[in-house]
Nanobody, 119 residues
Framework: QVQLVESGGGLVQAGGSLRLSCAAS????????MGWYRQAPGKQRELVALIYSGGIANYADSVKGRFTISRDNAKNTVYLQMNSLKPEDTAVYYC?????????????WGQGTQVTVSS
């Protein structure tokens, strides 16, 4: 059974930093795209950043220059370094991974981790 477990959320003041991690486990052969999404209260879930297996990354305009996505393929883990945080970054952050494994293929989501930025 494939699982994605996130960690690293919390409460931080505006201008501060947080680093999120998301580790995938289970019968995994390879992971293609890995991404971070977020959902603020009353809003739709939105893409924050996406990274492909070769390392190419894409970012939402709202986080460019402040957030950095990276991955460790050996550990099946994706990270999101968030700097210069703003109150509008407050949301539940979810990771998603496109996984191919033994008897599994598809997109898998983590349970979410809360990020709260105070002004």
């Amino acid at each position: 059974q494939v699982q994605l477990v996130e960690s690293g959320g919390g409460l931080v003041q505006a201008g501060g930093s947080l680093r999120l991690s998301c580790a995938a486990s289970g019968p995994i052969f390879r992971i293609n795209g890995m991404g971070w999404y977020r959902q603020a209260p009353g809003k739709q879930r939105e893409l924050v950043a996406l990274i492909y297996s070769g390392g190419i990354a894409n970012y939402a305009d709202s986080v460019k220059g402040r957030f950095t996505i990276s991955r460790d393929n050996a550990k099946n883990t994706v990270y999101l370094q968030m700097n210069s945080l703003k109150p509008e970054d407050t949301a539940v952050y979810y990771c998603k991974a496109a996984i191919v494994g033994a008897g599994v293929r598809g997109d898998y989501w983590g349970q979410g981790t809360q990020v709260t930025v105070s002004s």
